[in-house]
């Protein structure tokens, strides 16, 4: 018998991407295995099912969950896979009605009473950081008395006139306290997981999430499950968890998936100097803001093994880069992606297209700043109104917005700015995709990584994904909406 089961939902690529891909990836849910170890380190039995990785539908999910006899059943969930999750929960309330089950992560931490109220099966919810709270929830539910829920902060729970919302959870101040994510309980790192291709330079690989918090103002970024206050394990916490990975599953790459690893200097510096005198030997890419990097920066984090730094551009024009609030301009990415390259490290860029406000224009200034840049991959988005960003409630006054929790994936229109049309959105999105990636620069960056037959079949199966891709947006009709495809030049 376990004391918690924890569920990530399922959520097919198609559900995820909104289209069918075959490129994407499949990564851990980090948040869950962290919360394994902290409940295991107190002595609880814990167990993860995740989904997607053992491809299990809800159904299935359920009663692999069931399986294990739990007690209290955790499942997350961000927007796009929150009816999934209720799923699962529907399916281990009919056929285990006294099973508690949990709900966390960033969507219920967004919307809390709208989606208790929306989604029944949840008898209880978590908000934001949930290692604590969790915590004392499972010693309330399982310990010999039970415990006033109401006192514990951090919750929300159903009551006769409605919800109850108890006090705000603090956030944890010493991120070093927190046991490494209990990666043994998942299925094996090395087979089940695979990020996306283009973001891979060995495997396998594991992603790690070395701080919590973003002081950004970005209109389209959800923030509430960590805050806005920075924090950051130390680097001897980050280079020991490297060495773990390594060591005991065979890791030989890391991607670093935070919002901004390069926020924290001195930690970064520290890092890289620990990373260089102890020959770890793993290569590595990171995430980061175009402000946060300079030459010296940049030579370091060569030395110790970054190949690639993925920077959130969004936009090719400085009126756009205001109205989302990034509060970054031109000049600025010019100059971090400029020195990225020239330290020998590949500078990537993070796009998003149909801001409020973006008229066609700006859509070219897009592609034409990163066609001029020396980025090596891109991706774009959809500007997309997610719950818990600033714009989410306010959405409808810049555009239509089809506010179905389903296709917010980011990568459809599901936010169309009065100023642009919905088809001309997908054109540009399409265009920039063929025109970036069919040059013959990127193709033979590709090849030259492709050093194993497993590499090679991931390469080609992300090929084709990516084919599908453009000839799915191309069959949409959106290329009759702009014959003349050199408008982004
Ligand atoms: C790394 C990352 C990814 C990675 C890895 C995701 C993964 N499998 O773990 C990749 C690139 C694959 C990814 C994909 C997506 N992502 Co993402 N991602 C992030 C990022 C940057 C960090 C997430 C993370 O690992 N945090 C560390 C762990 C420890 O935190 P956590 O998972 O939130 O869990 C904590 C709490 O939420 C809570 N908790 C979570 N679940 C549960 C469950 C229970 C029972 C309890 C008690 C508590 C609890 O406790 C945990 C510990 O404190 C966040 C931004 C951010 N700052 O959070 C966006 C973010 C979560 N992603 C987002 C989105 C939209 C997506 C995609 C839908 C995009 C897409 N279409 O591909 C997919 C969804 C994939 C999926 N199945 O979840 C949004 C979600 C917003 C929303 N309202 O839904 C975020 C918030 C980005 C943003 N700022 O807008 N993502």
Redesign the pocket.
Same mark, same amino acid.
Do not use: Q
């Given at each position: 018998m376990m004391d918690v089961v924890?569920v990530?939902p399922p959520?097919s690529q198609e559900e995820?991407?909104g289209i069918k891909f075959k490129a994407g =990836?499949q990564?851990?849910? @980090?948040?869950?295995a962290?919360?394994a170890a902290v409940l295991r380190e107190k002595g609880r039995a814990v167990a993860i099912v995740d989904a997607?990785a053992e491809n299990l539908d809800h159904n299935g999910a359920a009663e692999k969950a069931l399986s294990f006899d739990p007690r209290i059943v955790?499942?997350?969930a961000?927007?796009?896979?929150i009816f999934n999750a209720h799923d699962v929960a529907r399916q281990i309330k009919a056929k285990a009605p006294d099973k508690t089950v949990?709900?966390?992560?960033?969507?219920l931490?967004?919307v809390p009473e709208e989606t208790m109220k929306r989604l029944p099966a949840f008898d209880i919810g978590?908000l =934001?950081?949930?290692?604590i @709270?969790?915590t004392e929830l499972a010693d309330a539910l399982l310990g010999p008395a039970a415990a006033p829920l109401d006192k514990i902060p951090g919750l929300i729970l159903r009551a006769a006139d409605g919800f109850r919302i108890t006090t705000r959870r603090p956030f944890i101040e010493d991120l070093d306290r927190l046991p490494f994510p209990a990666w043994d309980i998942l299925p094996d790192l090395a087979v089940h997981y695979c990020p996306p291709v283009h973001t891979l330079k060995r495997t396998p690989a594991a992603?790690v999430?070395p701080t919590r918090g973003?002081p950004g103002t970005c209109v389209f970024?959800?923030?509430r499950?960590?805050g806005r206050r920075m924090r950051a394990h130390s680097a001897d916490y980050i280079v020991r968890m490297l060495l773990r990975l390594k060591q005991r599953y065979g890791i030989r790459e890391i991607q670093f998936?935070?919002?901004n690893f390069l926020a924290f200097r001195r930690v970064l510096r520290e890092f890289c100097e620990r990373m260089i005198s102890e020959r770890v030997d793993m290569t590595w890419s990171c995430a980061g803001r175009v402000d946060m990097i300079n030459e010296e920066t940049l030579r370091l984090m060569k030395q110790a093994g970054c190949w690639q730094i993925w920077y959130g551009v969004e936009s090719g024009s400085d009126r756009i880069l205001k109205v989302i609030k990034k509060n970054t301009t031109i000049e600025m990415i010019t100059q971090a992606v400029t020195l990225t390259a020239q330290a020998g490290i590949h500078p990537c860029g993070f796009f998003m297209i149909g801001n409020p406000t973006e008229t066609e224009d700006d859509a070219r200034r897009t592609i034409a700043l990163l066609l001029k840049l020396p980025f090596s991959e891109f991706h774009m988005c959809h500007f997309t109104p997610?719950?818990?960003?600033e714009i989410y409630p306010v959405a409808d006054q810049y555009g239509k917005f089809d506010n179905d929790w389903r296709n917010?994936?980011?990568?459809t229109t599901a936010f169309v700015p009065h100023t642009i049309s919905e088809k001309k959105l997908v054109y540009y999105a399409n265009l920039a995709f063929r025109k970036f990636y069919f040059r013959p620069r990127i193709v033979f960056s590709y090849l030259r990584r492709i050093d194993s037959p497993r590499k090679l079949r991931v390469f080609f199966v992300a090929f084709l994904g990516f084919l599908q891709y453009v000839l799915q947006k191309r069959r949409s009709g959106a290329e009759d909406a702009c014959p003349a495809d050199d408008s982004a030049r």
């Open positions: 924890f990530n959520l995820r991407y =990836g990564t851990p849910p @980090t948040g869950l962290v919360l997607p955790g499942i997350t961000v927007t796009v896979s949990i709900l966390g992560g960033p969507h931490t967004a978590v =934001g950081e949930g290692e @709270t969790m992603l999430i973003c970024c959800d923030k499950v960590f998936r935070d919002d997610l719950p818990g960003s917010l994936t980011c990568w």
